[in-house]
């Protein structure tokens, strides 16, 4: 085992020990803003503004130092399929150095695989959550597709990436009665389009 992931896996095990500690200096904080207020009156908030923003100042340090404790990855799970917008990770491919090019964050898309990092990547779905690229083999349907639950009964998924320049990357185009778009016939029903699909769904909520 190397280095860094010997100190990972005991940052790791300090979580619960850490969590415990950032808690309780937390309510100490707000005991004291409660003490001061009842020996001096509610005004002492309001006047002493130093008062506040020095509590702000030293909880905003504990929010980040709880944040810096926990693992990389506990906060990548969810994003690294793009909100659920990926299904069956093929591969994970650890690359911190992309960080420069990509950020923290980073919905690449399909990319055919090849030498990446020094490693081969997969072909699939790329999605970037520092310090690792998720690979994935398919595309699920994102919960904009039936624009967040509004309509139900999935009846066609129809592909038309040129409707981009019309529809941008997202419209509830709402009910219409079918007939021929894009080289294909579209059923009847209440039309969502998400970048590059149209889906047709035939209930609404």
Avoid at 138 to 144: Q, R
Avoid at 158 to 173: H, M, Q, T, V
């Amino acid at each position: 085992m190397s280095v860094s992931e010997h100190s990972n896996g005991n940052r790791a095990q300090l979580i619960p020990q850490q969590r415990c500690y950032l808690l309780s200096l937390i309510k100490e904080i707000g005991l004291r803003l409660t003490v001061a207020t009842e020996q001096k009156g509610i005004n002492y908030l309001r006047r002493e503004k130093t008062v506040k923003t020095r509590f702000l100042a030293i909880l905003s340090v504990v929010v980040i130092a709880g944040i810096g404790l926990l693992p990389e990855d506990s906060m990548a799970e969810y994003p690294a399929s793009a909100n659920g917008k990926y299904q069956n990770l093929v591969q994970k491919l650890r690359c911190p150095s992309d960080k420069a090019k990509y950020g923290r964050y980073r919905d690449y898309g399909y990319w055919g695989g090849g030498a990446w990092c020094g490693q081969l990547g997969q072909p699939g779905y790329w999605v970037w959550v520092y310090p690792n690229w998720y690979i994935w083999a398919d595309k699920g349907i994102p919960a904009t597709a039936s624009a967040n639950g509004k309509y139900t009964n999935l009846l066609q998924t129809l592909a038309c990436p040129k409707d981009r320049s019309r529809y941008g990357r997202y419209s509830d185009y709402g009910y219409w009665g079918g007939g021929a778009w894009c080289g294909q016939q579209g059923q009847p029903g209440y039309w969502v389009w998400v970048e590059p699909n149209w889906y047709i769904w035939g209930s609404k909520k």
